[in-house]
């Protein structure tokens, strides 16, 4: 029987190359790529973080400004000008379409 166990191992595989230092050379190539894409990948949130900064702080001066002159047509409306020019207008519309014009 011992002879039977000998004669269906098979041959032990013979490497000409030593996978080690190609793993090792290859994990080294691996973690180069990984740290310049992360560094890669930080420089571009960073420089998207300060674009969204900016854009936040021009939409907020545009909302104020929006405010502002929103606060500006409301009290233009309210003034007795603006409801007297726009009477005025209304009899001028009412007088034409009487004349036909």
Do not use: Y
Request: no cysteine; hydrophobic share 40%.
């Amino acid at each position: 029987m011992a002879e039977e166990t000998s004669k269906q191992s098979p041959d032990p595989v013979k490497n000409t190359v030593d996978l080690d230092p190609i793993s090792l050379e290859q994990a080294l190539l691996d973690v180069d790529i990984a740290n310049a894409r992360v560094i890669d990948l930080t420089q571009r949130l960073t420089t998207m973080s300060k674009e969204l900064r900016r854009t936040t702080t021009d939409l907020q001066k545009a909302k104020l400004q929006h405010r502002r002159l929103r606060a500006e047509l409301d009290a233009i409306k309210d003034s007795r000008a603006f409801r007297s020019a726009s009477a005025a207008q209304r009899m001028v519309s009412a007088a034409r379409s009487r004349l036909g014009r």
